[in-house]
Nanobody
Framework: QVQLVESGGGLVQPGGSLRLSCAAS????????MSWYRQAPGKQRVLVAS???????NYADSMKGRFTISRDNAKNTVYLQMNSLKPVDTAVYLC???????????????WGQGTQVTVSS
């Protein structure tokens, strides 16, 4: 059973920083793209950033320059470093990954349970 487990959320003051982690575990043969999404109350889920297995990254325009996505393929883990946080960044942050289960040859989509990030003074 493959699982994605996020950690690192919490309460931070405006201008502060947080680092989120998401570790994939289970019978994994390979992982393609890993991404972070966020969903604020009453709003749609939106892409924050993504990183391919080769390290190519993509960011939502509003996060460019403030957020950095990275991954450790040996640990099946993706990170999101968030700097200069603003109240509008308050949301549940969810991890997403395209994972090839052991014994199969095609990727499946997996989501983590989410971690709350609250930016407030």
């Amino acid at each position: 059973q493959v699982q994605l487990v996020e950690s690192g959320g919490g309460l931070v003051q405006p201008g502060g920083s947080l680092r989120l982690s998401c570790a994939a575990s289970g019978s994994i043969s390979g992982i393609y793209t890993m991404s972070w999404y966020r969903q604020a109350p009453g709003k749609q889920r939106v892409l924050v950033a993504s990183v391919t297995s080769g390290g190519s990254t993509n960011y939502a325009d509003s996060m460019k320059g403030r957020f950095t996505i990275s991954r450790d393929n040996a640990k099946n883990t993706v990170y999101l470093q968030m700097n200069s946080l603003k109240p509008v960044d308050t949301a549940v942050y969810l991890c997403y990954a395209q994972i090839i289960n052991s014994g199969t040859s095609f990727p499946r989509n997996y989501w983590g349970q989410g971690t709350q990030v609250t930016v407030s003074s």
